[in-house]
């Protein structure tokens, strides 16, 4: 089993996510702080390096626009300058409490604007969440899960011959979920050769789209199971999806926050921990080494899946979203959905769905998790801030990794899951 690792490693990256890094440009806004960790102390004074290049050239007498700002908040300093000799220096400043400082620069060229950001880190390691954890927050996943489990789990498994290869079977599975004839559906990938196998459970970041599976992983001695959260078959065509995300999925990331048990997310979450569930219902599986993994909401609910699920054996998390959700009505950064971004709504409205947020949040999950983790994200990503991602990773008391990447906004390097799985490798080893 673990003889074909490497190999799995190098198929991983194929079909893990369609998020992707930024590509290059013609013309490139680089932008770095002087501290080579991106790191300072509160109190130090951040200066952020600029070079605007074409060709890989340095350009001269280009018009740059920049912005400084703390994470994603309105911008404190504009300024407007010409590059002479394609390099410059721009004075950040500060911050007083532990947080993120943003330099965002602009550079026009025959009519299109180039944009490049960087962001320094003021000891945020020490950033405390803003997130509240009710009293009954432990009463009411309980309940929740006891009553979801009165449920057969009625799994099916429908062979897909077309996605199956010598090695590998490839089905689409629905099971049993939140209420009677409800269901989740995924695809599931089994090595066809007899034997125990661990486990890998793929929590999906947002969207509406069908599934492939993932055939590398069960070729190299892993189930796989890729789990869709929204009730529908995985296998349809795109423009089902595509019609769902317009109609009746519209912004379902926004639905129900006025009750709490009115929230997408509890079906989702519960949905979850019934997948862990499959897994643990199939004799292939060696009953112990089960990890789930994802990205953005995949990595909340990789988190949300290891806090609830004791079974669960390693967590990794990659620029988890849905973390301090409340931040913003602090003053500071909120994790996507960034559910209080429409300022109109009445104070009484964002009161109760504050208090419903605590029960959803996933720094209150992470205060829970006991299962190690893994977990990666960068200083530049402005859909799952890092402000909220140190939040939730700060309060973990578990054994917990982290590989920092700067540079990264709302994607991640091959090295970063490529040293998840080492991480991984490393855990069922113990």
Not at 204 to 231: F, K, M, Q, S
Not at 280 to 293: C, I, M, T, Y
Not at 341 to 352: G, I, M, Y
Request: proline residues 6%.
């Amino acid at each position: 089993m673990k003889s074909g690792i490497n190999i799995f490693i190098l198929f991983l990256f194929s079909s893990l996510f369609s998020i992707a890094q930024l590509p290059e440009q013609l013309v490139m806004v680089q932008i770095a702080p002087e501290n080579p960790g991106w790191n300072y102390k509160t109190g130090e004074k951040v200066k952020f390096n600029v070079q605007v290049t074409k060709n890989r050239l340095p350009m001269e007498n280009v018009q740059l626009r920049y912005e400084l700002s703390y994470d994603m908040m309105p911008a404190f300093k504009k300024d407007t300058v010409v590059l002479k000799d394609g390099k410059m220096q721009i004075n950040g400043g500060t911050m007083k409490v532990p947080g993120f400082l943003r330099c965002m620069v602009y550079a026009s060229l025959d009519g299109k604007e180039y944009e490049g950001r960087a962001t320094a880190g003021f000891e945020p390691e020490k950033i405390v969440p803003t997130a509240q954890m009710p009293a009954d927050f432990d009463q009411f996943w309980k309940n929740a899960i006891q009553y979801n489990a009165r449920l057969p789990l009625n799994l099916n498994m429908r062979l897909l011959p077309e996605r199956c290869t010598s090695k590998v079977n490839v089905y689409e599975i629905d099971f049993q979920n939140y209420h009677e004839g409800g269901k989740m559906y995924g695809i599931l990938c089994m090595p066809k050769k007899p034997g125990k196998y661990p486990a890998l459970l793929r929590v999906p970041g947002a969207g509406i789209r069908p599934y492939a599976g993932h055939v590398p992983g069960a070729e190299n001695g892993y189930i796989t199971l890729d789990l869709g959260i929204h009730g529908i078959p995985v296998t349809m065509e795109n423009y089902v999806y595509e019609n769902l995300g317009k109609g009746a999925l519209h912004n379902y990331q926004y639905i129900g926050w006025e009750n709490r048990d009115k929230v997408y997310y509890k079906r989702v979450y519960l949905g979850c921990v019934k997948a862990v569930d499959v897994i643990f219902s199939l004799p292939e599986f060696d009953g112990e080494n089960l990890v789930v993994q994802g990205g953005s909401q995949g990595g909340a609910l990789s988190i949300v899946t290891g806090a609830l699920d004791k079974r669960v054996k390693g967590v990794i998390a990659v620029f988890p979203a849905l973390c301090d959700l409340t931040g913003v009505l602090h003053g500071r950064a909120s994790g996507w959905p960034a559910i209080f971004s429409d300022t109109n709504e009445p104070a009484s409205l964002r009161e109760l769905k504050a208090k419903n947020t605590q029960y959803y949040d996933v720094v209150n999950f992470a205060r829970k998790l006991t299962t190690p983790a893994f977990f990666s994200f960068g200083y530049n990503d402005m859909v799952c801030p890092p402000t909220s991602m140190f939040s939730a990773y700060n309060v973990v008391t578990a054994p917990k990794t982290i590989m920092l990447v700067p540079e990264t906004a709302h994607y991640a390097f091959s090295e970063q899951w490529n040293n998840s799985w080492k991480w991984w490798v490393n855990l069922i080893k113990k």
